[in-house]
């Protein structure tokens, strides 16, 4: 790890990490959704995963929220939480972008698109200052047409925003080592889903309506199998 890794917050490496690791992942992810349920609409593939998002946020947060008790494992617990959550959240999100027909391929206009969505409207006051008419189109805006010069600007606006927020969150949930077991979990649980919905919220409002079909076919069509991908329905 660099001197400048050392630096940056836990949130912040959890999100640069993801945002490196989880593009072909989202990729694969998707292509595997549409070979084994060929006939999902893009709304329809878009359901399923906001419900996989769902099971793997509460799955983490559920785990979280026992081993926190456990005497000395706060710090590590902590920086797991962190990693999990965003690490999850950033798959999630560059997925629905390949729904969406958005591929982002530099590390830049992927950090732009995945921190303004988990911001909300926070961000959307941080990027009106560097982005003119951030609108219902800004997500493929940002993906093809925004200059790097401007996508730079932004995510240097928002990246003190995210560390703050997301930050102050996962600390807050934590504190679920003072309490007993059973209560840990739950709070664990809920706390993971507490973040999760305004996530999906925000992604519905910032990427806008999925297409009604996929493209080059009215129906979609069939996708190559992807290796390593695995074959059960989700």
């Not at 950033?90 to 911001?119: K, N, W």
Request: net charge positive.
């Amino acid at each position: 790890m660099s001197k400048a890794d050392d630096a940056k917050s836990p949130v912040q490496q959890a999100l640069d990490k993801g945002l490196v690791a989880q593009q072909a992942s989202a990729r694969q992810n998707v292509e595997r959704l549409r070979r084994v349920n060929p006939s999902d609409t893009p709304q329809e593939l878009i359901r399923r995963l906001d419900r996989s998002y769902r099971r793997c946020i509460a799955k983490s947060g559920g785990v979280s929220g026992v081993t926190a008790i456990v005497p000395g494992a706060k710090i590590p617990t902590a920086l797991a939480d962190v990693m999990g959550f965003t690490e999850a959240s950033v798959l999630y999100l560059l997925s629905l972008a390949e729904v969406h027909g958005l591929h982002p391929e530099d590390f830049e206009r992927r950090e732009l698109l995945v921190s303004t969505v988990l911001l909300g409207r926070e961000a959307v006051r941080g990027l009106d200052k560097v982005i003119e008419h951030a609108g219902p189109s800004w997500a493929r805006r940002i993906v093809y047409a925004t200059p790097s010069s401007a996508i730079n600007r932004a995510n240097k606006v928002l990246r003190p925003q995210f560390v703050t927020k997301y930050g102050t969150k996962r600390g807050v949930l934590v504190l679920s080592e003072l309490v007993p077991l059973g209560v840990g979990a739950a709070l664990g649980i809920t706390g993971h889903l507490a973040l999760g919905w305004p996530t999906i919220k925000s992604a519905r409002a910032f990427l806008g309506q999925p297409p009604s079909s996929w493209a080059g076919d009215d129906r979609g069509h069939e996708v190559p199998f992807v290796p390593g991908s695995g074959d059960s329905t989700p």
